[in-house]
């Protein structure tokens, strides 16, 4: 039975990389700047520093799509880091959709010297995170972070499930456009990305503000302006509402004892985006489902790390989602 030591995701924004019985030993952005050495690309800066370097870099995945050329530079000095070797057995954890590149996913881990890889949805690792892999009952599980996993999951088994491409990223972008064209000032991504973990809500009488720092428009000076969460509610609630319409259509696909599991459960959220203030209640209201959360930022994580120290789960895990 093959022993896998390390779990990778490679994520829009971040790569993390999980070690059997340690954790989480590297976590850095999904970057990279390249430049030719004699007729090869090469990997001058990756992860957190070729975001800081003042150079300008790459995302390895772009509007859900990864570079599998760029995440091979990234991943052979993430994997030097760690010192991941030769004869280690290496899971990547991917969305549903790129489920469809497993192949591709094994080849790349091929290519920066791993003989052991294998390919698994994450959200899977996300029910065992819940511990709610092996109950022969159907859960809901719904993963909002830079875009939304939704799977229905039942005895360790997706019946159903998509990638969307709504959530936090969508917000940050909505953000920065609407600051620049209606105060002229432009918002760095980590800037819009605070404002969105500060005052976004889906509560239509939480009144909150944040002062954030940004470019003068058309110029190289700094200005400061203030944002209020009900100017940004209208392109926050459309967010979400788009995620709610994409969870019912997933289980509008579900049979009828499925959905009565599903009613009694409520849903499992998790992800960054899935802490915006009045989410409970939102969901509640547009789907008629509890939410149950429990660390959501971690619990993908947590079942990682669940698997690796059970080979006979990862088998599972593999021989029924692929």
Known sequence: MKKFDFA?????????????????????RSAVVTGIKGKREIALHVGNDAVSCG?????????????????S????????????????????????????????????????????????????????????????????????GVNTEIAVINNGRILTGATVYN???????????????EK???????????????????????????EIEGFIKDTTEYSTVTITSTEIFGMVIDEYNKIASAILQVLTSCENEVNMDIKRHGIYLCGASSKIAGIEKYLKVKLNL????YKPDA????????????????????????
């Open 8 to 28: 990778v995701s490679i994520g829009s924004s971040v790569t993390n990389i999980y070690k059997a019985g340690v954790g989480v030993v590297l976590s850095e």
């Open 55 to 71: 150079i300008d870099f790459r995302k390895v995945i772009v509007d859900g799509k990864i570079d599998f050329s760029l995440a």
């Open 73 to 144: 530079l990234m991943l052979a000095e993430f994997f030097k880091k760690v010192e991941i070797k030769r004869k280690d057995g290496v899971i990547f954890l991917v969305s549903l959709e790129d489920m469809k590149l497993a192949n591709e996913y094994k080849d790349l881990g091929y290519a920066v010297g791993v003989n052991t890889v294998e390919v698994i949805p994450s959200i899977v690792a996300t029910a065992y995170g819940y511990e709610i892999e092996n109950f022969r009952k159907s859960y809901l599980l719904v993963d909002i």
């Open 167 to 181: 959530g936090g990223n969508n917000i940050d972008e909505k953000i920065m456009n609407y600051i620049y064209t």
């Open 184 to 210: 002229g000032i432009e918002l760095s991504k980590n800037s819009a990305e605070k404002v969105k973990n500060d005052i976004t809500t889906l509560l239509p009488n939480d009144e909150r503000s944040i």
């Open 290 to 293: 509890d939410c149950f959360k």
């Open 299 to 322: 619990i993908t994580m947590i079942g990682v790390g669940q698997l690796l120290d059970s080979p006979i789960a990862v088998e599972k895990v593999i021989l029924e989602n692929n």
